[in-house]
């Protein structure tokens, strides 16, 4: 048959694998998308940190309390508050050389800042029968990367403890 339209041949050499521009191109998009959840992975890592260690920094009070009131070892036990973690220890004052005392190492990215308990100070001691304190107060685990991000530990003068 007689066709009215020339058709091209086309030559398959040059249509062959992918050129540098769209490699580039993908390997761009590749990189802000790794950026997008790589932060979003860091964030959500850095809440559940502060999360973790401002809960369990209100615990080791708690625990002290309660020796305290259970008159375990027929003693007062306190926390010493520290930036990097609260330490329970055994009598009215703290002793840095006292084997019973138990450190709480939080994770590197929070810290305790911002202490503020009646008296000053950074011990909290606990009263035997009644598990009262004179030295309630607040203080903060905050990210060390951002301080402005914080939970806040408050202490009463109960000895109850919260965070918020």
Known sequence: ?????????????????????????????????????????????????????????????????????????????GVRLTSVGPTLFTGTTYNASASSNRSLALN?????????????GSDVVFSKLTGNTSQNGTFRVALVSNPSVYKTVTIYKTGLVEVQ
Do not use: C, P
């Open 1 to 77: 048959m007689f066709s009215f339209f020339k058709t091209k041949k086309h030559d398959l050499r040059q249509y062959k694998g992918f050129s540098l521009v769209e490699i580039v191109v993908t390997l761009g998009i590749l990189a802000i998308v790794s950026a997008i959840v790589l932060s979003s992975l860091s964030s959500n890592t850095d809440r559940e940190a502060l999360a973790k260690n401002a809960d369990a920094a209100a615990s080791v009070l708690t625990e002290a309390r309660s020796l305290t009131i259970s008159s375990k070892s027929a003693s007062n036990y």
């Open 108 to 120: 590197a990215r929070v810290s305790i800042t911002n202490i503020s308990l009646t008296g000053g």
